[in-house]
């Protein structure tokens, strides 16, 4: 594929300013600064200073990614960038740039979906998407059941959480757990050490009258809740926090409800794979529950790396790539930072 489309992704939708570069499906370098050190200390994304960090970044890395990569910024045919949805002030510095770069090398701008470069990206390790695929996006921002006929074209929101993200569950549970921001790998550690059957957590919108009406939407923040009067209760009865078992016990809810919908979706649809993404697909309890559940339904589960699934530029770089493969057209140059652009609308 010498002759295929060599792209440029940004992406700044939130703590991670990333840059990659892919050729066709060939990844060459993705490149990423995060800052989520400096929000460490806040428990959570501070968008002006996730902001500010963008803005430092943006150039440094686009440089960093072409020395990485062995290429020039004038060997690039087209430039992709996040869209949305996202954080505004934060989208609007990857968007300006990539403005300023598709303007200055004189190639086609892709404005595009973050959701949908999440999917998109598992081509550049597992190779074309079967179509359909059903995907499942876990991350610290999103929850979200998706019915991909065409990653390019054709995405279709089948659910997503009614109250907190996955990963901000974690995130949260973490911080009342004591351990440190981000919380998705400390807790994923933490319940490695123990019994994910101790403590009986609320399953969000399972029962048969929640199914009805949310049968793929999530919701984790009853979960949150039940898992802080469970801590304060033994706390007030001067009983130590059994961590290890508070950790493997939200992770066991957290995890049984999203591969008991994403099971349920693909049956219901008639889809056999299932494509997992987001920082959340890092957990290695869902993997392996994934994994179990899909297998006895004859479903195939794809799940990028954990590098390619945390938020970076090559998912942008990649889906750009697609979409120049597939011939779609580019944005115009004066597309919008859509905070909160839907998913439906796979390019701006
Ligand atoms: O995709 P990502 O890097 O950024 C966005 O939020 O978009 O995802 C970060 C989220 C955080 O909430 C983090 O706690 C969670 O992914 N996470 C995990 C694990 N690794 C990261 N959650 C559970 N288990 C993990 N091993
Ligand atoms: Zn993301």
């Keep these: 594929m010498s002759d295929a489309p060599l792209v440029l992704g940004i992406e700044t939708s939130c703590d991670e300013t990333g840059v990659g570069l892919v050729r066709g499906r060939t990844l060459l370098v993705d490149a990423v600064a995060s800052s989520v050190d400096e929000h460490a200390r806040f428990g959570g994304v501070v968008p002006e200073v996730a902001s500010r960090a963008h803005l430092e970044a943006m150039v440094p890395t686009v440089e960093r990614a072409c020395v990485e990569a062995g290429v020039r910024l004038s060997d690039v045919d087209a430039v992709a960038v996040t869209s949305g949805p996202g954080l505004a002030g934060?989208?609007?510095?990857?968007?300006?740039?990539?403005?300023?770069?598709?303007?200055?090398?004189?190639?086609?701008?892709?404005?595009?979906?973050?959701?949908?470069?999440?999917?998109?990206?598992?081509?550049?390790?597992?190779?074309?998407?079967?179509?359909?695929?059903?995907?499942?996006?876990?991350?610290?921002?999103?929850?979200?059941?998706?019915?991909?006929?065409?990653?390019?074209?054709?995405?279709r929101?089948?659910?997503?959480?009614?109250?907190d993200a996955a990963g901000e569950a974690f995130d949260k549970v973490a911080r009342l757990l004591g351990l440190p921001f981000p919380g998705g790998p400390h807790i994923d550690r933490a319940a490695g050490e123990g019994d994910g059957a101790a403590?009986?957590?609320?399953?969000?919108?399972?029962?048969?009258?929640?199914?009805?009406?949310?049968?793929?939407?999530?919701?984790?923040?009853?979960?949150?809740?039940?898992?802080?009067?469970?801590?304060e209760h033994r706390e007030a009865g001067g009983e130590p926090v059994p961590v290890a078992d508070v950790a493997a016990s939200f992770q066991e809810a957290v995890v049984d409800v999203l591969t008991r919908k994403a099971v349920l979706a693909?049956?219901?649809?008639?889809?056999?794979h299932l494509l997992i993404g987001g920082?959340?697909?890092?957990?290695?309890?869902?993997?392996?529950?994934?994994?179990?559940?899909?297998?006895?339904?004859g479903i195939t589960v794809r799940v990028p790396r954990p590098r390619l699934c945390t938020d970076n530029g090559a998912m942008v770089a990649a889906l750009g790539a697609e979409m120049v493969l597939r011939g779609r057209a580019p944005s115009a140059l004066d597309l919008p930072a859509d905070s909160s652009m839907p998913v439906t609308l796979v390019r701006a």
């Design 157 to 163: 929101p089948l659910g997503r959480t009614i109250d």
């Design 199 to 231: 403590i009986a957590f609320p399953r969000g919108l399972t029962a048969a009258h929640d199914l009805r009406r949310h049968r793929y939407d999530f919701s984790f923040s009853g979960l949150k809740t039940a898992v802080a009067r469970w801590v």
């Design 90 to 155: 934060a989208l609007v510095v990857g968007v300006a740039s990539a403005k300023a770069l598709a303007l200055a090398l004189g190639v086609p701008l892709y404005g595009i979906n973050h959701l949908a470069a999440h999917v998109a990206v598992d081509v550049l390790e597992h190779g074309p998407l079967p179509e359909p695929t059903m995907a499942l996006l876990v991350s610290g921002g999103h929850s979200s059941l998706l019915l991909v006929p065409d990653v390019t074209d054709d995405v």
């Design 266 to 272: 693909c049956r219901e649809q008639g889809v056999d």
């Design 279 to 297: 920082g959340v697909a890092a957990n290695s309890r869902l993997r392996v529950l994934a994994e179990e559940r899909c297998a006895a339904a």
